[in-house]
T-cell receptor, first 116, second 112 residues
């Protein structure tokens, strides 16, 4: 079964530092997503990416956030200047559009970001 | 703005009994609903879904019921097994929206 791979599994960073969370989506998927879950809260949509550009983003995804697909395999989420409230589990997902809009999501195991 | 709500953060049931996980939503434009299961240190995995044109979908031990007038859905697991112990997320999809709306999750513990 193909997997979405996320690295690192846990990252601790100081407030104000930049972090890059990395994801390797499933190779034949074309849609990519970042979601996050703050402890005890719902899983929240951050951004979707298709055809090398952002297709949709939430109000959480402000100027501190950016996404990139630098080399055709990795999909990264950058937070430029981390805040304490950015501490969360970040999930990457990719979607197999041939299976329809709901069946095709595959999530990675997440990166736990802790900002201190 | 919490459009999908799971009001029970946790649920414990005995092995062999029925588990019922509940989910409420506010957006009447949602037209597809999904349940995801999440084990520790893993990402959410798709479990079962239901279209808004149906009121029931069954897959083995798992059945999802949808009550559109009440904007409520539930996941029934019967019989429950210890391996079902996980966090269950309800999610909703809307035509034209390229993302899923999740609830906060319910932690199910099945006691052997």
């Amino acid at each position: 079964e193909p997997e979405v791979t996320q690295t690192p599994s846990h990252q601790v960073t100081q407030m104000g530092q930049e972090v890059i969370l990395r994801c390797v989506p499933i190779s034949n998927h074309l849609y990519f997503y970042w979601y996050r879950q703050i402890l005890g809260q719902k899983v929240e949509f951050l951004v979707s990416f298709y055809n090398n550009e952002i297709s949709e983003k939430s109000e959480i995804f402000d100027d501190q956030f950016s996404v990139e697909r630098p080399d055709g395999s990795n999909f990264t989420l950058k937070i430029r200047s981390t805040k304490l409230e950015d501490s969360a589990m970040y999930f990457c997902a990719s979607r197999d559009q041939t299976r329809g809009r709901v069946y095709g999501y595959t999530f990675g195991s997440g990166t736990r970001l802790t900002v201190v | 703005d919490q459009q999908v709500k799971q009001n029970s953060p946790s649920l414990s049931v005995q092995e062999g009994r029925i588990s019922i996980l509940n989910c409420d939503y506010t957006n009447s434009m949602f037209d597809y609903f999904l349940w995801y299961k999440k084990y520790p240190a893993e990402g959410p995995t798709f479990l079962i879904s239901i279209s808004s044109i149906k009121d029931k979908n069954e897959d083995g031990r798992f059945t999802v019921f949808l009550n559109k007038s009440a904007k409520h859905l539930s996941l029934h697991i019967v019989p429950s097994q210890p391996g079902d112990s996980a966090v269950y997320f309800c999610a909703a999809d809307q035509t034209g929206a390229n993302n899923l709306f999740f609830g906060t999750g319910t932690r199910l513990t099945v006691i052997p």
